[in-house]
Nanobody, 114 residues
Framework: QVQLQESGGGLVQSGGSLRLTCTVS????????MGWYCQAPGQQRELVAC???????NYPDSVKGRFTISRENVNNTLHLQMNDLKPEDTAVYYC????????WGQGTQVTVSS
């Protein structure tokens, strides 16, 4: 079973930056588009960034221009560079395939203070 492990979250002030990392236990980037998701308390988990097999990226308007998804095929890692963070970005962040098929990891908490 593929395992997903997220790291890199933390507490930052509004306007700050964080870089999240997802370590995947198997080489899947040649098979699956990948995504980063966030889940705020009491809300549904939602997609905030995705990268296709051809490295085309997409973002919702809420993070466009501030978040950047990337991947390193060699070491099976997925990244999310988060800049100009806002309090509304506060959530637990997870990685998975673009249409989630694997068991979710524990996620990494991102907290943005105003």
């Amino acid at each position: 079973q593929v395992q997903l492990q997220e790291s890199g979250g933390g507490l930052v002030q509004s306007g700050g930056s964080l870089r999240l990392t997802c370590t995947v236990s198997e080489s899947i980037f040649d098979t699956f588009p990948m995504g980063w998701y966030c889940q705020a308390p009491g809300q549904q988990r939602e997609l905030v960034a995705c990268i296709s097999l051809g490295s085309i990226t997409n973002y919702p308007d809420s993070v466009k221009g501030r978040f950047t998804i990337s991947r390193e095929n060699v070491n099976n890692t997925l990244h999310l560079q988060m800049n100009d963070l806002k309090p509304e970005d506060t959530a637990v962040y997870y990685c998975n395939t673009g249409h989630p098929v694997f068991t979710w990891g524990q996620g990494t908490q991102v907290t943005v203070s105003s």
